[in-house]
Protein backbone atom coordinates (compact mmCIF):
# COMPACT_ATOMS: atom_id res chain seq x y z
CA UNK A 1 0.00 0.00 0.00
CA UNK A 2 1.38 3.15 -0.78
CA UNK A 3 -0.17 6.43 -0.52
CA UNK A 4 0.73 10.46 -0.99
CA UNK A 5 -0.43 11.68 2.01
CA UNK A 6 1.20 12.23 5.38
CA UNK A 7 -1.51 10.70 7.65
CA UNK A 8 -2.18 7.46 5.51
CA UNK A 9 1.98 7.08 5.39
CA UNK A 10 2.55 7.70 8.62
CA UNK A 11 -0.57 4.60 9.22
CA UNK A 12 1.14 2.25 7.38
CA UNK A 13 4.71 3.00 8.67
CA UNK A 14 2.98 2.12 12.22
CA UNK A 15 1.64 -0.64 11.16
CA UNK A 16 4.49 -2.08 9.03
CA UNK A 17 6.62 -1.71 11.56
CA UNK A 18 4.71 -3.69 13.82
CA UNK A 19 4.52 -6.22 11.03
CA UNK A 20 8.02 -6.57 10.86
CA UNK A 21 8.58 -6.80 14.92
CA UNK A 22 6.22 -9.78 14.66
CA UNK A 23 7.16 -11.48 11.36
CA UNK A 24 3.67 -11.11 10.06
CA UNK A 25 5.36 -11.55 6.27
CA UNK A 26 2.86 -14.32 4.47
CA UNK A 27 0.87 -13.24 1.59
CA UNK A 28 -2.31 -12.25 2.18
CA UNK A 29 -5.47 -14.06 0.39
CA UNK A 30 -5.38 -11.23 -2.34
CA UNK A 31 -1.13 -11.66 -3.02
CA UNK A 32 -1.78 -15.53 -3.31
CA UNK A 33 -4.64 -15.04 -5.74
CA UNK A 34 -2.15 -13.14 -7.47
CA UNK A 35 1.35 -15.00 -7.39
CA UNK A 36 0.48 -17.44 -10.69
CA UNK A 37 -0.05 -14.46 -13.11
CA UNK A 38 3.01 -12.49 -11.52
CA UNK A 39 5.81 -13.05 -14.07
CA UNK A 40 8.72 -11.82 -16.17
CA UNK A 41 9.00 -7.59 -15.61
CA UNK A 42 6.94 -6.92 -12.94
CA UNK A 43 6.00 -3.09 -11.82
CA UNK A 44 4.34 -3.60 -8.12
CA UNK A 45 2.52 -0.27 -7.28
CA UNK A 46 2.33 0.16 -3.91
CA UNK A 47 4.53 -2.85 -2.74
CA UNK A 48 4.20 -2.52 1.24
CA UNK A 49 6.32 -4.74 2.69
CA UNK A 50 7.24 -6.42 -0.74
CA UNK A 51 5.62 -10.08 0.72
CA UNK A 52 4.58 -10.87 -3.49
CA UNK A 53 7.53 -9.30 -4.79
CA UNK A 54 9.93 -11.68 -2.80
CA UNK A 55 7.69 -14.37 -3.88
CA UNK A 56 7.68 -13.66 -7.39
CA UNK A 57 11.10 -12.78 -7.39
CA UNK A 58 11.99 -16.53 -6.47
CA UNK A 59 10.05 -17.76 -9.03
CA UNK A 60 12.31 -15.95 -11.59
CA UNK A 61 10.60 -12.31 -12.27
CA UNK A 62 12.11 -9.08 -12.26
CA UNK A 63 10.57 -6.80 -10.39
CA UNK A 64 10.30 -3.07 -9.95
CA UNK A 65 8.92 -2.41 -6.58
CA UNK A 66 7.35 1.27 -5.40
CA UNK A 67 5.69 2.28 -2.42
CA UNK A 68 5.04 5.95 -0.56
CA UNK A 69 6.76 4.36 2.97
CA UNK A 70 10.15 4.61 4.13
CA UNK A 71 9.70 2.12 6.30
CA UNK A 72 8.36 -1.10 4.07
CA UNK A 73 11.53 0.85 1.42
CA UNK A 74 14.19 -0.37 3.50
CA UNK A 75 12.81 -3.52 4.86
CA UNK A 76 12.43 -4.90 1.38
CA UNK A 77 15.38 -3.52 0.11
CA UNK A 78 17.24 -5.13 2.83
CA UNK A 79 14.98 -8.33 2.47
CA UNK A 80 15.92 -8.21 -1.30
CA UNK A 81 19.66 -7.71 -0.74
CA UNK A 82 20.11 -10.66 1.69
CA UNK A 83 18.36 -13.06 -0.21
CA UNK A 84 19.92 -12.10 -3.47
CA UNK A 85 16.37 -11.41 -5.29
CA UNK A 86 15.75 -9.60 -8.47
CA UNK A 87 13.49 -6.53 -6.79
CA UNK A 88 14.76 -3.34 -7.50
CA UNK A 89 13.07 -0.75 -4.80
CA UNK A 90 12.16 2.88 -4.79
CA UNK A 91 10.28 5.18 -2.50
CA UNK A 92 8.00 7.29 -4.93
CA UNK A 93 4.91 9.44 -4.35
CA UNK A 94 2.70 7.13 -7.15
CA UNK A 95 -0.04 9.89 -7.35
CA UNK A 96 2.11 11.60 -9.97
CA UNK A 97 4.26 8.51 -10.92
CA UNK A 98 4.50 7.52 -14.76
CA UNK A 99 5.80 4.11 -15.46
CA UNK A 100 8.18 3.96 -18.15
CA UNK A 101 7.36 1.33 -21.12
CA UNK A 102 5.30 -1.38 -20.68
CA UNK A 103 5.92 -4.92 -18.09
CA UNK A 104 4.50 -8.32 -18.49
CA UNK A 105 2.83 -7.89 -14.39
CA UNK A 106 1.76 -4.92 -13.27
CA UNK A 107 0.55 -5.28 -9.69
CA UNK A 108 -1.90 -2.60 -8.13
CA UNK A 109 -3.35 -4.35 -4.71
CA UNK A 110 -4.91 -1.75 -1.84
CA UNK A 111 -3.70 1.46 -3.67
CA UNK A 112 -5.78 3.25 -5.35
CA UNK A 113 -8.85 3.81 -2.62
CA UNK A 114 -5.66 6.25 -0.68
CA UNK A 115 -5.95 8.36 -3.70
CA UNK A 116 -8.09 11.16 -4.01
CA UNK A 117 -10.36 10.20 -7.10
CA UNK A 118 -9.15 12.22 -10.00
CA UNK A 119 -5.35 10.95 -9.26
CA UNK A 120 -6.17 7.53 -8.53
CA UNK A 121 -8.56 7.37 -12.23
CA UNK A 122 -4.98 8.73 -13.63
CA UNK A 123 -2.57 6.51 -12.13
CA UNK A 124 -4.81 3.86 -13.17
CA UNK A 125 -5.10 4.64 -16.70
CA UNK A 126 -1.43 5.05 -16.42
CA UNK A 127 -1.24 1.65 -14.97
CA UNK A 128 -2.86 -0.48 -17.62
CA UNK A 129 -1.20 1.72 -20.33
CA UNK A 130 2.36 -0.30 -18.87
CA UNK A 131 0.92 -3.79 -19.31
CA UNK A 132 2.52 -5.12 -22.44
CA UNK A 133 1.23 -7.08 -25.38
CA UNK A 134 0.46 -10.87 -23.77
CA UNK A 135 0.83 -9.39 -20.27
CA UNK A 136 -1.83 -8.89 -16.93
CA UNK A 137 -2.49 -6.83 -14.22
CA UNK A 138 -3.67 -7.56 -10.74
CA UNK A 139 -5.84 -4.48 -9.22
CA UNK A 140 -7.30 -4.75 -5.92
CA UNK A 141 -9.01 -1.97 -4.07
CA UNK A 142 -11.65 -0.70 -1.61
CA UNK A 143 -15.25 -0.34 -3.26
CA UNK A 144 -18.68 1.40 -2.53
CA UNK A 145 -19.86 -0.63 0.80
CA UNK A 146 -16.86 -0.58 2.38
CA UNK A 147 -17.94 1.42 6.07
CA UNK A 148 -14.31 1.23 7.73
CA UNK A 149 -12.81 4.33 6.95
CA UNK A 150 -10.51 4.97 9.80
CA UNK A 151 -7.34 4.42 7.82
CA UNK A 152 -8.03 7.04 5.23
CA UNK A 153 -7.69 11.36 5.10
CA UNK A 154 -10.69 12.50 4.90
CA UNK A 155 -9.86 14.51 1.59
CA UNK A 156 -7.82 12.08 0.07
CA UNK A 157 -9.45 8.57 -0.85
CA UNK A 158 -11.79 7.03 -3.17
CA UNK A 159 -14.20 4.54 -3.16
CA UNK A 160 -14.70 3.15 -6.79
CA UNK A 161 -17.93 2.01 -7.40
CA UNK A 162 -17.99 -2.11 -8.43
CA UNK A 163 -19.28 -1.10 -11.95
CA UNK A 164 -16.50 1.42 -12.89
CA UNK A 165 -14.26 -1.36 -12.19
CA UNK A 166 -15.51 -3.84 -14.08
CA UNK A 167 -16.26 -0.62 -17.36
CA UNK A 168 -12.56 0.27 -17.37
CA UNK A 169 -11.76 -3.91 -18.16
CA UNK A 170 -14.76 -4.01 -20.38
CA UNK A 171 -12.29 -4.16 -23.64
CA UNK A 172 -9.98 -6.89 -21.66
CA UNK A 173 -9.66 -10.68 -20.89
CA UNK A 174 -10.75 -11.33 -17.63
CA UNK A 175 -9.39 -14.03 -15.49
CA UNK A 176 -10.33 -13.48 -12.56
CA UNK A 177 -12.84 -11.02 -11.01
CA UNK A 178 -14.72 -10.85 -7.58
CA UNK A 179 -16.47 -8.71 -4.95
CA UNK A 180 -15.58 -9.75 -1.02
CA UNK A 181 -16.21 -8.39 2.20
CA UNK A 182 -14.27 -8.68 4.84
CA UNK A 183 -15.01 -7.74 8.89
CA UNK A 184 -13.76 -4.54 10.41
CA UNK A 185 -13.28 -2.80 13.77
CA UNK A 186 -15.77 -1.67 15.24
CA UNK A 187 -18.45 -3.59 13.29
CA UNK A 188 -17.80 -2.19 10.02
CA UNK A 189 -16.74 -3.63 6.49
CA UNK A 190 -13.95 -3.62 4.37
CA UNK A 191 -15.43 -4.30 0.35
CA UNK A 192 -12.56 -5.53 -2.09
CA UNK A 193 -13.10 -5.92 -5.71
CA UNK A 194 -10.32 -7.91 -7.62
CA UNK A 195 -9.71 -8.54 -10.94
CA UNK A 196 -6.94 -9.73 -12.97
CA UNK A 197 -6.85 -8.97 -16.85
CA UNK A 198 -5.41 -9.37 -19.88
CA UNK A 199 -5.43 -6.80 -22.73
CA UNK A 200 -6.85 -8.82 -25.89
CA UNK A 201 -4.22 -8.74 -28.57
CA UNK A 202 -4.72 -7.57 -31.69
CA UNK A 203 -4.35 -9.99 -34.37
CA UNK A 204 -1.53 -9.35 -36.47
CA UNK A 205 -1.57 -8.15 -39.68
CA UNK A 206 0.02 -10.63 -42.73
CA UNK A 207 1.89 -9.05 -45.38
CA UNK A 208 1.91 -11.17 -48.68
Not at 91 to 110: E, R, S, W
Request: charge should be negative; aromatic fraction near 8%; glycine fraction near 8%.
Amino acid sequence: MSVPDTRSIEFFDTQFRRQIAAGELALNPFEQRALPHVRGRVLDLGCGLGNLAVAAARQGAQVLALDASPAAIEFLGERARQGGLSVETRCADLGTYAPKGQYDCVVCIGLLMFLPCETARELLARAMAAVAPGGSMVLNVLIEGTSYLEMFDPHGYCLFAAQEIADAFSAWHTVDDRIEDFPAPGGTIKRFCTIIAEPFQRPSRRTN
